[in-house]
């Protein structure tokens, strides 16, 4: 039932509510984010709403309400205590009211009720503490008391984690705070469970995330320790770039040579063979063919330098278990089926040992193919510098032994 109030009731608080929000507004420290105004008139929302199921007189009503936007007035001047300090402040107001010394020790009583773990011990005292403590059963908890935490921290209080906070609040849902009227039980109590809900669930999701961290964190720190120092894997690194450069270089001399005989063999084509027919010029025969022969040997000995080996491209599960086939080179595995490779690699990351064993075959037989091109390389180098002094040789013997006497015959 809904209490009629007088008009001097209204009038008390009213002024009381004035001083409060001007006393709040001008000399409470801004680093308060949840002991304000808005926790204050918050209160005095909820304990009108209690007031307005509860059968009271009219006095105790007032005092209610007054203790409602005076419990936190202590603020001002204490964060610790301020229960006192709130009562000290209180009485100095409510004297200048001309309120009686009974009725004001009535509100600090009350007052002094909203003290943490005070236990209530009539319904006016459970009226106020329900009233003060209504946030815990309001869909708005989970915000409200993260501006706790960061109130505590800004005045020094205290200083928790996200983590601590939340087991702090569970912990206090479910050990140490306890609606007492039947109104708070059956208006609040839900949301409040829902609240402790959110706070379990949120726990428990980070206890997983914090073990799914755990798990990654241990197994990057086993794959470190099983790992070779940084300073082995720049030395797979550079070595194998210097064999593939290696090989470009190979390669590119191979080339080369190609380049500069076929273009000799077009010229010699082109310009001697024609000549050779003539019987003035047959003393000609014997320095181009052996330019030709020359030519002709160190192109055939650049393909076989550069030409490709051909592999079987296939290995067995044995191979594999075994360690006895390298899947890092494609020459192993081109003829193999895409779910038999990608089988094989998950066994090769499996055995750090075969990872590394296979880098080191890669290394190792391709450094035997680099061996290879640069002994045909060097051998074709040879014949190419070797053939083109014999034969430029010869043209110089040839003409001067053959061509002037055959010239002064005819």
Not at 260 to 265: D, K, L, T, W
Not at 357 to 367: E, M, P, R
């Given at each position: 039932m809904v209490h009629l109030i007088t008009k001097t009731m209204a009038d008390i608080i009213k002024e009381t509510e004035d001083y409060v929000i001007s006393l709040l507004t001008n000399e409470l420290d801004s680093n308060f984010l949840y002991h304000n105004i808005r926790h204050t008139q918050r209160v005095v929302k909820s304990t009108q709403e209690l007031l307005n199921f509860y059968n009271l007189d009219?006095?105790?009503?007032?005092?209610?309400?007054?203790?409602?936007?005076?419990?936190?007035?202590?603020?001002?001047?204490?964060?610790?205590?301020?229960?006192?300090?709130?009562?000290?402040?209180?009485?100095?107001?409510?004297?200048?009211?001309?309120?009686?010394?009974?009725?004001?020790?009535?509100?600090?009583?009350?007052?002094?009720?909203?003290?943490?773990?005070?236990?209530?011990?009539?319904?006016?005292?459970?009226?106020?503490?329900?009233?003060?403590?209504?946030?815990?059963?309001?869909?708005?908890?989970?915000?409200?008391?993260?501006m706790l935490r960061e109130e505590l921290s800004l005045l020094g209080i205290a200083d928790y984690s996200p983590a601590d906070w939340r087991n702090a609040?569970?912990?206090?849902?479910?050990?140490?705070?306890?609606f007492y009227?039947?109104?708070?039980?059956?208006?609040?109590?839900?949301?409040?469970?829902n609240n402790l809900s959110k706070l379990i669930k949120a726990r428990k999701k980070m206890k997983k995330l914090e073990k799914k961290e755990k798990v990654k964190a241990q197994y990057k720190a086993q794959i470190k320790d099983k790992s070779p120092e940084r300073g082995v894997q720049t030395m797979y690194r550079v070595t194998m770039r210097n064999h593939l450069k290696l090989s470009d270089i190979a390669d590119t001399k191979a080339n080369i040579l190609l380049s500069?005989?076929?273009?000799?063999?077009s010229l010699v084509l082109a310009d001697l063979m024609p000549?050779?027919?003539?019987?003035?010029?047959?003393?000609?025969?014997?320095?181009?063919?052996?330019?030709?022969?020359?030519?002709?040997?160190?192109?055939?000995?650049?393909?076989?330098?550069?030409?490709?080996?051909?592999?079987?491209?296939?290995?067995?599960?044995?191979?594999?278990?075994?360690k006895k086939v390298n899947l890092l080179f494609f020459g192993n595995f081109h003829k193999m089926k895409l779910e038999d490779?990608?089988?094989?690699?998950?066994?090769?990351?499996k055995d750090q040992a075969y990872v590394y064993?296979?880098?080191?075959?890669?290394?190792?037989?391709?450094?035997l193919v680099l061996d290879r091109k640069y002994k045909l390389l060097r051998i074709t180098y040879a014949i190419f510098m070797v053939g083109m002094i014999v034969s430029v040789l010869s043209f110089f013997l040839a003409l001067h032994f053959y061509g002037p006497r055959e010239a002064v015959l005819l």
């Open positions: 009219v006095k105790d009503s007032e005092d209610l309400l007054l203790t409602a936007w005076l419990h936190d007035a202590g603020y001002t001047k204490s964060a610790k205590s301020h229960e006192k300090e709130s009562c000290i402040i209180a009485r100095e107001f409510l004297t200048s009211k001309n309120f009686s010394e009974e009725r004001i020790k009535n509100v600090c009583d009350l007052i002094m009720a909203t003290e943490k773990g005070y236990e209530p011990k009539n319904l006016k005292e459970e009226i106020i503490a329900d009233a003060d403590c209504s946030h815990l059963g309001k869909e708005s908890y989970l915000e409200t008391t993260e609040n569970i912990k206090m849902f479910q050990t140490e705070h306890r009227t039947d109104f708070a039980i059956n208006k609040w109590q839900e949301n409040k469970d500069v005989n076929a273009i000799i063999i000549k050779l027919d003539s019987p003035s010029n047959k003393y000609l025969i014997l320095p181009t063919a052996l330019f030709m022969f020359f030519s002709v040997i160190s192109m055939v000995l650049s393909i076989i330098a550069t030409r490709p080996n051909i592999t079987s491209g296939e290995f067995t599960k044995e191979d594999v278990k075994n490779y990608e089988w094989a690699i998950q066994e090769l990351i064993s296979s880098l080191t075959k890669d290394l190792y037989f391709l450094g």
